[in-house]
T-cell receptor, first 112, second 112 residues
């Protein structure tokens, strides 16, 4: 079955560490997205990519980095520059015009 | 910049009731609007997508309407069931359908 796989489901980070969240899709979607969700809030866009080797900053890109070397993969790195990284991170993919919008099951990141 | 709001923030109804969830957006130049469902600690599932040229979409007990001129969309759920309990988020895309701005969601509880 086609879908999006995010790993790990839970992640703990020490202060000053970089961590990378994995997102893989087998839907043959061109567009991929990373969102952050905080309790009681809607989703906020971190980065998005419409094609391989190209990506754009979303509303809250500071302290995050991404790469898109393969169509299927869009990993997100939370760097030590992100001051408040504890949140629920969601990856999604879609066609270029937003159809077939599919989310992964999320990664919950906690700073310890 | 597009802003999306949802009313009410939370709603509790007895099983069997019909209910309406509201979504408002500030910029009417949208490509499409989607309604999503999110279960606790999970990713989002797309329920209905309405293109900007459409007025409504239906899927089973769900009906979503779109009024671009007034910047509003509604999600109607008929004959609610306890399994409908979840958070419902609406999202409005930009004019190219590439990026969605999400509302904060309405948390629905259907009591048996």
């Amino acid at each position: 079955d086609g879908g999006i796989t995010q790993s790990p489901k839970y992640l703990f980070r020490k202060e000053g560490q970089n961590v990378t969240l994995s997102c893989e899709q087998n839907l043959n979607h061109d567009a991929m997205y990373w969102y952050r969700q905080d309790p009681g809030q809607g989703l906020r866009l971190i980065y998005y990519s419409q094609i391989v080797n190209d990506f754009q900053k979303g509303d809250i890109a500071e302290g995050y980095s991404v790469s898109r070397e393969k169509k299927e993969s869009f990993p997100l790195t939370v760097t030590s520059a992100q001051k408040n990284p504890t949140a629920f991170y969601l990856c999604a993919s879609s066609t270029p015009t937003g159809y077939g919008y599919t989310f992964g099951s999320g990664t919950r990141l906690t700073v310890v | 910049k597009q802003e999306v709001t949802q009313i009410p923030a939370a709603l509790s109804v007895p099983e069997g009731e019909n209910l309406v969830l509201n979504c408002s957006f500030t910029d009417s130049a949208i490509y499409n609007l989607q309604w999503f469902r999110q279960d606790p600690g999970k990713g989002l599932t797309s329920l209905l997508l309405i293109q900007s040229s459409q007025r409504e979409q239906t899927s089973g007990r769900l009906n979503a309407s779109l009024d671009k001129s007034s910047g509003r969309s509604t999600l109607y759920i008929a004959a609610s069931q306890p399994g409908d309990s979840a958070t419902y988020l609406c999202a409005a895309s930009d004019n190219y359908g590439q990026n969605f701005v999400f509302g904060p969601g309405t948390r629905l509880s259907v009591l048996p």
